[in-house]
C-alpha cells in the first residue's frame, strides 16, 4: 500500500475534517464548516461596541448583489473561515499570507461554482463596491467615533445593523446560501 503524500500542517473543522489550509482540496472544503467558523469571528478584531460575524457581514454583502453575484457575495470572505480574518492593515503587509488566501479562495471559487458558464467571482467590481459598502455602514452602526477620517469615500447603505448572535449569524448564512444553490 502506497502511503498517503504528507500535505503539512492541518485543522480540525467544526464537522471533524481534517483540512490543509497550505494544500486545500475542493473536496474537503463544507459550507457547513464556513458557516460556523465565520458566524463565530467578530470583525474588526472585535473591536466594535457588540459583537458582529464575519457570517452576517457576508450575509449583508450577499443581500446588496444582483442574483447572479449573491453566492459570490456571500462567500467573498470564505477564507477565513480556514485562515480567521486578519484586520486590513495586517493582512496587506504579510503577502504570504495574501498568496495563502488567494491560492484557498480559488479552491472554495472552484467547490461552490454552481456551472463554468457562472463562475464564482471574488474580483468582480460589484463585490468590491457592496463590501466598501458594507464596512461604511459596519463603521457607522458598530464602531465607536474615528480618532481620524478612514475608508474609502463610500456612503453606507440606508440599512442600519443590528448585531446577530452566533446561531442567527449561522443559520442565515446557510439559509442564504442555500437560496442562492437551489436547482
Known amino acids: ?3 498517503k503524500p504528507d500535505r503539512g500542517p492541518w ?3 467544526f464537522t471533524g475534517r481534517q483540512f490543509f489550509p497550505l494544500d486545500p482540496d475542493p473536496l474537503e472544503i ?6 460556523h467558523a465565520l458566524a ?3 470583525r474588526f478584531g472585535g473591536h466594535s461596541r457588540a459583537f458582529y460575524s464575519v457570517a452576517q457581514h457576508s450575509v449583508f454583502v450577499a443581500d446588496m448583489c444582483p442574483p447572479h453575484l449573491k453566492l459570490t457575495g456571500l462567500l467573498h470572505d470564505a477564507t477565513e473561515a480556514y485562515l480567521i480574518d486578519l484586520p486590513r492593515p495586517i493582512k496587506q503587509a504579510i503577502p ?3 498568496r495563502i488566501e488567494d491560492k484557498l479562495a480559488e479552491v472554495i471559487a472552484k467547490r461552490f461554482t454552481p456551472h463554468p458558464t457562472c463562475p464564482i467571482q471574488f474580483h468582480h467590481p460589484f463585490i468590491k463596491v457592496a463590501d466598501k459598502i458594507a464596512l461604511a455602514t ?3 452602526d458598530l464602531l465607536g467615533k474615528p480618532p481620524a477620517p478612514w475608508g474609502d469615500g ?3 447603505s440606508p440599512v442600519h445593523i443590528e448585531p446577530w448572535d452566533s446561531l442567527k449569524s449561522e443559520y442565515e448564512f446557510l439559509r442564504r446560501f442555500r437560496e442562492c444553490t437551489k436547482p
Request: net charge negative; proline share 8%.
Open 138 to 140: 459596519e463603521a457607522r
Open 96 to 98: 504570504e499570507y495574501r
Open 40 to 42: 463565530l469571528q467578530c
Open 1 to 3: 500500500m502506497k502511503p
Open 154 to 156: 463610500v456612503d453606507p
Open 11 to 13: 485543522i480540525q473543522t
Open 30 to 35: 463544507d459550507i457547513e464548516d464556513i458557516a
